[in-house]
């Protein structure tokens, strides 16, 4: 298809004017025009050949904060299909791609921190590119939970039972259509940063993770230009594979509430996760993640993917700000395993 020429910005004027001159002499665009430029992919007017250029422009310039807030703009207007339940949860963004060699965490730290009073949400696809790996829908078909929700029922999942999943060709479904294209570019995109940023339960608390320190202030500074969404308080921090589920060791924390950013270092030994990223290995990860996350939510599971799975509820529960300190919400996150609750909002979950 022949991109139409309607409007100011068609994405290969774009590319000849303002970001397609290499990244040395490249320039920024302004939020009108990453706006339009995002409704057009959308809309899917772009050939692919433009489509690949403009993506690929993206990724050497790398967006701004400006530019990623349009983008995330135009989906929530043209795409995100909105699911509010009533206990402002905290939206938990991890990458959608997915994790190819560790343990999948956050099934099992969301339910325990739901299990300990903080609501939780997350969302994902199918196999999305590039890695096309597992991600939380996966590892919740393992454990018999149903997960092709539409987002009023993910909402009321949340309210029900403290956890809920947002299935993004329902959630986020313009977004979701363009996996062919994406599949073809073989190098992630800045869809793949948008989308861990829908929040579809339009929570006040972001969850996300993060390789470098100025990643995770360009995500801070993106919720803090966007004018569809509301963020108050963000919590990042180095996750394995990119994932949600925090790095063993000597990790970067980094918080945002009203726009303050505080970054700090933490040693996850000292909050009982005493391993290294290879001891959280397994070979099928979406199978042994579910079977990790029953054993540890069951209390038959005392090892390090129990000391994991609890720091990881841990950080969620201090995310939403319902824990002063991580230390808080370790307490708050063991007490809700050894106490049963875990076990029984886990069997909630499966029911639903």
Known sequence: MVESTRGEWPLKRLMTEIIGSGPKST?????????????????GTPDPTTLGAFWLANRWKRNTPKELAAYIDVMAEESVSFG??????????????????????????????????????????????????????HVLEELGVRTAFCPEESAAMTDDIGFGFYYQPHANPAVHALGD????????????????????????AHLGSFYHLPYAKRIIDTFAASEQYDVDRIVMFQGMEGYDDI?????????????????????????????????????????????????VLTGDRTDEFADAIALNAALRIYARDDADTIDEGLVMAREAIDDGRAAETLEMLKAF
């Open 247 to 295: 790095r063993p060791g000597s990790t970067k924390v980094a918080v945002s509430t009203d726009g303050e950013l505080e970054d700090f270092e933490i040693e996850t030994a000292e909050y009982g996760m005493d391993m290294t990223s290879d001891d959280l290995a397994v070979p099928d990860v979406a199978a042994d993640s579910a079977r990790i996350t029953e054993a």
């Open 181 to 204: 294209r994406r599949e073809q570019m073989g190098v992630r995109t800045f869809v793949n940063t948008i989308e861990t940023l829908a929040n579809p339960a339009r929570a006040n």
């Open 84 to 137: 509010v339940p009533s206990c402002d949860p905290l939206d938990c963004g991890a990458n959608y791609d997915g994790k190819n060699t560790s343990a999948l965490l956050g099934v099992g730290a969301g339910v325990v921190a739901g299990a300990a009073g903080t609501p939780v949400v997350v969302h994902s696809g199918e196999r999305v590119p590039t890695q096309k790996a597992c991600a939380y829908k």
């Open 27 to 43: 320039e920024d665009m302004t939020r009108e025009q990453a706006m339009e430029a995002f409704r057009r992919i959308l809309n």
